[in-house]
């Protein structure tokens, strides 16, 4: 879809998958699940770092031209299941993340705000400055619930959506199906 023609790797990419596997002697799904947060936090962060932030990726222009959309008024919202901030870094304002985003990263304890880069920039566990707390990288891993309050606002803006434009997303993934129904209208 449009994040791998914008530059990022697919981890579900047989090759990508393979590779993760032969480095970290585990499959890109045991990897991001919370089992393995939790379990074996210092090797999902080695991961998380190096193969789920991708920070050199920069919005191509199908990002910029959903933010020219926004800026015009026509785009009122955009769901992503990507957890990367491309949209936002396009210019996009209304923007959903179903899945959470690698830039809102906190503090279990106190809930104090990590950037991205001061995750990227540790080479151990990152560890709350205040608390000495391992830091929850703000994204929903696997085996994890999706946000109710992110599902809520998702199916309001398709609630209230004249048009809905479907883009990069496959139609048969479990949450958007489960979306879709939410939309009425008659121009998919």
Known sequence: GTY??????DFRDDDEAYEI?????????????????????????????????????????????????????????????????????AGCKKVVNLLGSVSDNTCPRCHKHYSVDYIAGTSKVPLCETCNVTIRPGVTLLGEMVSNHSITEAAWAITNAEVLLVIGCNLNV????????????NRL
């Open 21 to 89: 596997e032969m480095s970290y002697g585990y499959s890109p799904e045991e990897l991001y699940s919370s089992t393995f947060f939790h379990t074996r936090t210092k090797l999902f962060y080695q991961y998380y770092r190096h193969k789920v932030l991708q920070l050199n990726v920069k919005p191509n222009q199908s990002f910029e031209a959903l933010a020219q959309l926004e800026q015009m008024g026509k785009l009122k919202c955009t769901i992503t299941r990507s957890v990367h901030p491309t949209l936002e870094s």
């Open 4 to 9: 791998k023609e914008n530059g990022y790797v």
């Open 174 to 185: 479990f949450l958007a199906e489960k979306l879709l129904q939410y939309y009425s209208g």
